[in-house]
């Protein structure tokens, strides 16, 4: 299917992961697709790796600049901006390993995970219905997490930032509608989907694949998402297939929200 032929859309945090996976169905589904990140090397590469209807440009979602300066080159080149998917994000942990518990993480460290998660994401809304507003239309895709549903006692700043863009996202969308405009804002809250983001958390010693199994342990499903199935999301929210959806959660975590955070019981039982 070609939902998105003759849409134009940007992607924050491209270079690897979700952001490449939602990049490139994109691009599959008929989209001009700007790939954007600070791994430039990385960000470069995977653009290329898409074909012509993909590019990469640099791109820090804290900066106001940043976004001034890339949304209105593409929109100058392109005419127009449909779709923009806020997925850079940052667990905190990419550096070193620190406390982010409630007691012990520091102001530093909860403002770093702020500046990129909350921050680009409202950042990059504003940006989004200015580029909009034109055409009275777009879609605006913002990534969550289900740590911005439930609590995460070890990891502070991620969860409150997230759970913050998932309120954002109620937000915008009811200020598009007031202002009567056609421009949709919806979150996707992912689990437990295997990407680079998780290796801090699993580590590299010997209690690696213990640290995988547990991560999955409570999830119904028994495994992890994968970056491609959030992508076949987020491309039907970007579609015309999702007009009558904004301000809305649509969950992609296995059925770990459905209820219990116990595993299934074995067959049989």
């Not at 994000?89 to 998660?117: C, K, Y």
């Not at 007009?243 to 959660?249: F, H, I, R």
Request: charged fraction near 15%; glycine fraction near 10%.
């Amino acid at each position: 299917m070609q939902r998105l032929t003759g849409t134009t859309a940007l992607v924050t945090g491209a270079a690897r992961g979700i952001g490449l996976a939602v990049a490139r169905r994109l691009v599959l589904e008929g989209a001009q697709v700007l790939l954007t990140d600070i791994r430039d090397a990385e960000g470069a590469l995977a653009a290329d790796g898409l074909g012509a209807s993909a590019v990469y440009q640099r791109l820090d979602v804290r900066e106001p600049a940043d976004w001034e300066r890339v949304v209105a080159d593409w929109v100058q080149q392109h005419g127009r901006l449909d779709v923009i998917v806020n997925n850079s994000g940052i667990t905190g942990f990419e550096s070193h390993a620190s406390a982010h518990d409630p007691e012990h993480v520091s102001l530093q460290a909860w403002r770093a995970v702020m500046a990129t998660n909350l921050d680009g994401v409202m950042l990059g809304c504003q940006a989004a219905i200015a580029a909009m507003r034109a055409a009275g239309r777009g879609s605006i895709i913002n990534i969550g997490s289900r740590s911005g549903v439930v609590g995460i006692p070890g990891a502070a700043a991620y969860a409150a930032s997230k759970a913050a863009v998932r309120n954002h996202t109620k937000t915008v969308a009811l200020w598009c509608a007031e202002q009567g405009l056609s421009i949709r804002c919806n979150v996707v809250q992912p689990a437990a989907v295997l990407t680079p983001l998780w290796e801090p958390v699993f580590g590299t010693g010997p209690d690696r694949e213990a640290n995988i199994a547990a991560a999955v342990a409570s999830s119904p499903l028994q495994r992890f998402g994968t970056p491609d199935e959030v992508a076949a999301l987020v491309a039907y929210l970007a579609s015309e297939e999702s007009t009558y959806c904004t301000g809305g959660e649509f969950n992609i975590d296995g059925g770990l929200l459905a209820g219990t955070a116990a595993p299934p019981a074995p067959a049989g039982r």
